[in-house]
């Protein structure tokens, strides 16, 4: 793909920290590799006032959840081909810097991520970052091999993983010649630069130059950096303060020559070539990189490092000395050596400077660009479109037994243990409606009509839980349950092709209305929604019935108003389960009552929840049920569940009924897809020996049982799809 337009994401200097040098470094670099080459900037700003240059489009303020959103659409408004993704957890607002991910999702060119940090481990909330990072982004740029060997071992697939060194300025300065311009001529000079801060472990250093000064009289240790913005901010100059008062304490104050500020490239490059030994005694082993050490060992310095992740990659193979953490005694001795040794720290300059010929910028910015090349804009989708199966109920079936439908199974075996569920049964009476040529069809409907039967109580609520025993495990079950029951009764009151079954749904459901009467939670008002407008369209007003639409439409409306932000437009302010029911009660409300505003306040929402479950390439991503999804929040991806795929495939469709628009059969169609194996995992839920669905989809592999649940949302989703598509004006209603 030709690449004409790049946008970069991160920090840009004048702000004061590695990432807004790489950044700066790198565009220069990308115009230097293609003279032709645009190259924007989108800046993060931490509150400070910075002076951008130019190619700084637009800034955006870290902690502004809603800002990530509008900066997603001015980027778009952009038209760049690639944006290239500065990750570090710190630099960007919400938990771990998840606020990002909200711009990221909104995105219409391909990204490219580079990551500052990689971890073995992570914790929750980075972990979740991470890995939906991963599935954002066409390519994860990392800076060392181990960090490529982290990914891949977490999940990452091997070829979205490119490795491509920290870049380093290419510098040619006289060492004698620096020396003397920086008042060090004939002194020994060992050099640390970068940001200072605790976790630097120079308190380490100054503690070990006094059995270094004995021996080298001459030796002064140049100290160079600002201190870090943020524990200025904190602290004032409170640490800086500390370390020269720890070197005149150990009689060394005058080896130790502190330059506090934040030094431009050309500046650098001096101190850089003044240096006889660069070192750098981090006390954290987990750095991926470091770019302190990418310059200095790619021009051609003497290293003395402690072993954190970076250093014991890029000093393998004697290109430097190694020293355990917060040992001094160790870094004497190393120190020592190397100045004792004029031809061994020739040898390891040599040796540096040989393997850093590929770490200039030049080259760096040709790599990345070949990156930026292959991605192209991903706008197809890429996945196999599968064939939509013919619907059977022989798994359903052997779920079943003489008191109705196992909630569960251990693979494709019943699971007694777990009993029944009126959730369950009221599933397999809408699947046996809507499938009446099914030879298993005729059985099932009056098991679970007997089921829910059994399950209504005198006052008209239904029980939910029994036991393999036929034990009732509670006094009433769920709202869900009662909602579900009273749908499934509407449709069979209607559709069941026996007429004896007909009238006994109908007589049921006459006695199970107060079950939806005075429901609390929005997921059962919307499903109750949905009934009512059912039984509506078919026989007609009824003043109690209406009645109770409108209190529950009013409620989803009220719920909206309180919740819903332009970048937000739901009804909660999470998703977590079934999340298409609550537009598709309000549609279903809005087609059936003549409610227009309703209708178009629906349609808003379920397009939104499409995007939120739109993954790589416009695949079905549905959101994870390992947690509930926050706004501003990384998106749970995994452990998704058919049930979400029934729910959207109801929606979608009662949607294509309200507005003709075949763009909700074909969005329809592509949740459907993710369980014929439309999915990451490449999949497929679909048993198709058994006739079941698994569970679920891990981050590594299929939730093998096949409950009910599962199976019947699959093969719900299929046949509604089916008569839609068959008679696509034909007014199919359909429900949970």
Not at 25 to 36: K, R, T, V
Not at 54 to 59: A, C, D, F, G, H
Not at 699 to 711: C, I, K, Q, V, W
């Amino acid at each position: 793909m030709s690449i004409r337009r790049v946008l970069l994401l991160g920090n840009h200097t004048p702000r004061q920290c590695g990432i807004a040098t790489f950044t700066a470094d790198l565009a220069d670099a990308l115009g230097q590799a293609q003279p032709d080459l645009e190259v924007l900037v989108a800046a993060m700003d931490d509150g400070s006032v910075h002076t951008y240059p130019e190619r700084v489009t637009l800034s955006i303020p870290q902690h502004d959840a809603e800002a990530y959103a509008r900066a997603a659409e001015t980027i778009n408004a952009l038209n760049v081909d690639v944006v290239c993704v500065q990750h570090e957890f710190g630099i960007y607002g919400g938990p771990a810097g998840s606020y990002l991910l909200t711009l990221l999702r909104g995105l219409e060119a391909p990204i490219v991520t580079t990551l500052h940090t990689v971890l073995e481990t992570y914790s929750p909330e980075q972990r979740s970052v991470i890995e939906e990072l991963a599935v954002l982004s066409e390519r994860l740029v990392v800076m060392s091999t181990r960090a490529v060997g982290f990914l891949t071992a977490q999940g990452v697939p091997a070829g979205k993983v490119e490795f491509i060194h920290h870049g380093m300025p290419l510098l040619d300065f006289d060492r004698d010649a620096e020396k003397a311009r920086l008042g060090l001529d004939g002194r020994e000079v060992i050099l640390t630069f970068g940001l200072l801060s605790p976790n630097k472990g120079l308190e380490t250093a100054i503690r070990a130059l006094p059995d270094v000064v004995s021996g080298h009289p001459h030796l002064t240790y140049l100290i160079l950096g600002a201190t870090h913005p943020h524990l200025r901010e904190r602290e004032g100059e409170t640490y800086r303060e500390g370390l020269i008062a720890l070197a005149a304490s150990l009689g060394v104050g005058d080896h130790v020559r502190f330059e506090n500020r934040f030094a431009t490239l050309d500046e650098l490059g001096r101190y850089i070539a003044a240096a006889d030994i660069y070192l750098t005694p981090y006390l954290n082993r987990e750095q991926i990189t470091s770019g302190t050490l990418a310059y200095a060992l790619g021009n051609g310095k003497a290293v003395v490092s402690t072993p954190y992740w970076h250093a014991e990659e890029l000093l393998a193979d004697d290109r430097g000395v190694l020293v355990p953490f917060r040992d001094e005694s160790a870094l004497a001795d190393a120190l020592r050596g190397l100045l004792d040794d004029p031809a061994r720290r020739a040898d390891l300059e040599a040796r540096a400077r040989e393997y850093g010929q590929g770490m200039g910028w030049p080259a760096i910015g040709a790599q990345y660009l070949q990156v930026f090349a292959e991605t192209g804009r991903a706008v197809t989708l890429t996945l196999p479109q599968p064939s939509l199966p013919t619907v059977t109920l022989r798994h359903v079936a052997a779920l079943s037994d003489d008191t109705g439908v196992f909630q569960h199974a251990t693979y494709t075996l019943p699971n007694p243990h777990e009993g029944y569920t009126t959730d369950d049964n009221a599933r397999a009476l809408m699947l046996a409606a809507a499938c009446p040529d099914d030879p298993h069809a005729p059985l099932l409907a009056r098991r679970a009509l007997t089921f829910l039967h059994g399950a209504l109580d005198a006052d008209g609520h239904f029980r939910n839980f029994m036991s393999y025993d036929r034990r009732w495990l509670e006094a009433r079950g769920s709202e869900n349950a009662q909602a579900r029951a009273v749908r499934a009764l509407v449709t069979a009151a209607h559709d069941l092709r026996e007429p004896g079954l007909r009238g006994a749904a109908a007589q049921l459901l006459a006695h199970a209305w107060p079950a939806v009467g005075t429901l609390e939670s929005p997921r059962a008002q919307a499903l109750a929604l949905v009934a009512l407008a059912a039984r509506r369209r078919a026989d007609g007003p009824h003043a109690e019935h209406d009645d109770l639409a409108h209190r529950y439409a009013a409620n989803l409306r009220r719920l909206h108003a309180a919740h819903a932000t332009p970048e937000w437009p739901w009804f909660e302010p999470y998703l977590s389960y079934s999340n298409a029911k609550l537009p598709h009660g309000l549609l279903a409300y809005g087609r059936a009552y003549g409610a227009p505003g309703d209708i178009a306040l629906a349609l808003d929402a379920l397009r939104w929840l499409e995007r939120q479950q739109t993954g790589p390439h416009g695949t079905f991503w549905p959101v994870g049920s390992d947690r509930v999804y926050c706004s501003g929040e990384a998106r749970p991806l995994w452990d998704g569940q058919p049930i979400e795929v029934y729910a959207t495939v109801a929606a979608d469709l009662e949607a294509f009924e309200v507005t003709g628009d075949e763009r909700w059969l074909e969005l329809a169609r592509r949740a459907v897809n993710w369980l014929l194996g439309a999915n990451p995992l490449r999949l497929p839920l679909l048993n198709a020996a058994s006739g079941g669905c698994r569970d679920g989809l891990h981050r590594d592999r299929l939730n093998m049982n096949e409950g009910a649940e599962s199976t019947l949302a699959l093969w719900q989703s299929v046949a509604d799809l089916r008569a839609a598509q068959l008679a696509p004006s034909a007014g199919t209603l359909t429900g949970d």
